[in-house]
């Protein structure tokens, strides 16, 4: 069946550093791909996503990178912050509501 | 401040009895969900409903069933828990499908079967 998943179930950087979260999907067909994060004790919050046209969008200090021809996508964070320790989610799918949602990377920021 | 909120944060119930799952929005939101959310996977979509009254099966409906008789209120219901349900429910609502910028989720529903 369709998967999802992350590299690295944790990924440790220091305060500062740049980090680069990576996750591989296998369907093919996928139009549509999200990251998203979840802080101890509360529900997911929308990061950035990006759409199969594009191989590369940026945000406020997130750029997620899209490679189709091997099925992978990145979330590089810069300068992280004590307040961008979270669990980092990405998920991919058609484009409604039928995501194929990732296992999840730990990022610790480390002082 | 938009909110979707869950009504318990954690519940324990014993095996066998049914067990009602409450969540409220308040952004009017057509779209409503439920997930599960297990150590080592992934959200999994138990159900979906896109108005009053209307749902659809997510990837694991069985044991699960969903009512939405108001906009605001959607709620899930095990019929009779069983221990491997024991886990942790989220619940959310969006005005847009196409897009998952717009879903807000609860806190979520720390369930415990025993």
């Known amino acids: 069946g369709e998967s999802v998943g992350l590299h690295l179930p944790t990924l440790s950087v220091q305060e500062g550093d740049n980090s680069i979260i990576n996750c591989a999907y296998s369907n093919s067909a996928s139009d549509y791909f999200i990251w998203y994060k979840q802080e101890s004790g509360k529900g997911p919050q929308f990061i950035i996503d990006?759409?199969?046209?594009?191989d590369k969008r940026q945000g406020q200090r997130v750029t997620v990178l899209l490679n189709k021809t091997v099925k992978h996508l990145s979330l590089q964070i810069a300068a992280t912050q004590p307040g961008d320790s979270a669990v980092y989610f990405c998920?991919?799918?058609?484009?409604?509501?039928?995501?194929?949602f990732g296992t999840g990377t730990r990022l610790k920021v480390l002082a | 401040d938009v909110k979707v909120t869950q009504s318990s944060r954690y519940l324990v119930k014993r095996t066998g009895e049914k067990v009602f799952l409450e969540c409220v929005q308040d952004m009017d939101h057509e779209n409503m969900f439920w997930y599960r959310q297990d150590p080592g996977l992934g959200l999994r979509l138990i159900y979906f409903?896109?108005?009053?009254?209307?749902?659809e099966k997510g990837d694991i409906p069985e044991g699960y069933s969903v009512s939405r008789e108001k906009k605001e209120r959607f709620s899930l219901i095990l019929e009779s828990a069983s221990t491997n349900q024991t886990s942790m429910y989220l619940c959310a609502s969006s005005s847009n499908l196409d897009s998952f910028s717009g879903y807000t989720f609860g806190s979520g529903t720390r369930l415990t079967v025993v």
């Open positions: 409903s896109y108005d009053v009254k209307m749902k």
């Open positions: 990006i759409r199969s046209n594009m």
């Open positions: 998920a991919a799918g058609p484009g409604t509501y039928k995501y194929i």
